[in-house]
């Protein structure tokens, strides 16, 4: 009997992953060996600048900055994580800014480096619902990238060392913040109602975003070109029992991502965390489209070269 392949694993447990973490779905001829990562933005910097893992989870935008100056993993699409983010941007509640055109000449922070995908997609939002150009805006780093041979615009600066996004927006510094979760009582969202205005996106455009997936080693991929179909169908098939509880769910028991979750399958009518390319070309499209607006990617690259191609035609 062949033994498995020994897979050093990192993916943070949640829903749609529970059922490979606790060992109940196994993927063919591969022992995954997951470790525990704490902080999980920390996993994904030392995969993109050591490649210390076999197989990490990974924020999209991170991958596609990744792979644009060529570090040498390949994703699969499966998609752990998604959420909405009009939420994201938060401004001081006795500021003066009350709609996005107000963030214009004006400083507005972003929660760790400039290309979190969270920062992506909100500020996509800013600048297709809300007429926001981006470059008009000085944006505020809390801290680096992960893609250390990434360098931002011009108008994306660092913030002043020992402070602290809230401190900055309490105290006039930044007109706005996003990807903070701040949770203070003098802090607001900036859109109204970004939920229900999220659902209302959701509905028009289909596009669910996505802010996390998975990537191997290419390594891996050249001598063993099983693994990603193998991978693939693992976690398709670790997600099928979450998305059953999902719909047979209380909605008033959820909370965070499950929550959001249900309200996209009652929204759409399908699964909320649909795996495979092709389902997800349209979201793909546009945060690339996003990422080049913003000064993090200087091309569209073809969308088939991102993803294993052993995986190109799943789907689940």
């Excluded at 210390?52 to 100056?69: H, I």
């Excluded at 480096?113 to 809300?130: C, D, K, M, P, Q």
């Excluded at 959701?202 to 975003?209: C, E, N, Q």
């Excluded at 169908?233 to 979450?242: G, L």
Aim: glycine content about 8%; proline content about 6%.
């Amino acid at each position: 009997m062949t033994e498995p392949l020994i897979l050093r694993t990192v993916t943070r447990t949640q829903g749609a992953n529970a059922a490979l973490k606790d060992g109940s779905v196994t993927p063919e001829g591969i022992s995954l060996r997951f470790e525990e990562v704490p902080v999980l933005v920390q996993a994904f910097r030392r995969m993109v600048r050591t490649l210390e893992f076999d197989v990490c989870e990974m924020a999209v935008t991170t991958y596609l900055c990744a792979r644009s100056f060529g570090v040498a993993f390949t994703a699969l699409p499966v998609f752990l994580v998604r959420g909405f983010h009009h939420s994201a941007i938060q401004v001081a509640i006795d500021s003066g800014v009350n709609s996005p055109a107000d963030l214009a000449g004006r400083r507005v922070g972003v929660n760790r480096g400039y290309t979190v995908t969270t920062g992506v997609w909100a500020r996509g939002i800013l600048g297709e619902f809300y007429g926001v150009d981006p470059d008009t805006v000085t944006w505020v780093r809390s801290g680096d990238e992960h893609v250390e041979q990434y360098r931002p615009p011009a108008n994306v600066v660092d913030a002043e060392p020992g402070s602290s996004l809230e401190k900055m927006l309490l105290g006039g510094e930044l007109a706005a913040v996003i990807g903070a979760d701040i949770a203070d009582p003098r802090v607001t969202t900036l859109l109204c109602d970004p939920e229900g205005t999220a659902l209302d996106v959701l509905r028009d455009s289909g596009i669910y975003p996505a802010n996390h997936l998975m990537v191997v080693k290419d390594e891996i991929l050249r001598s063993r070109p099983d693994v990603g179909h193998s991978l693939f169908r693992a976690f398709v098939e670790a997600k099928r029992p979450y998305i059953d509880r999902l719909a047979k769910a209380d909605p008033e028991s959820l909370a965070g991502a499950d929550r959001t979750n249900w309200l996209v399958a009652q929204t759409t009518g399908s699964d909320p965390l649909p795996y495979g390319l092709d389902a997800n070309r349209a979201m793909l499209d546009k945060l690339v489209a996003y990422a080049i607006v913003q000064g993090i990617l200087p091309e569209a690259p073809d969308l088939e070269t991102l993803f294993d191609p052993a995986t190109l035609g799943m789907s689940g």
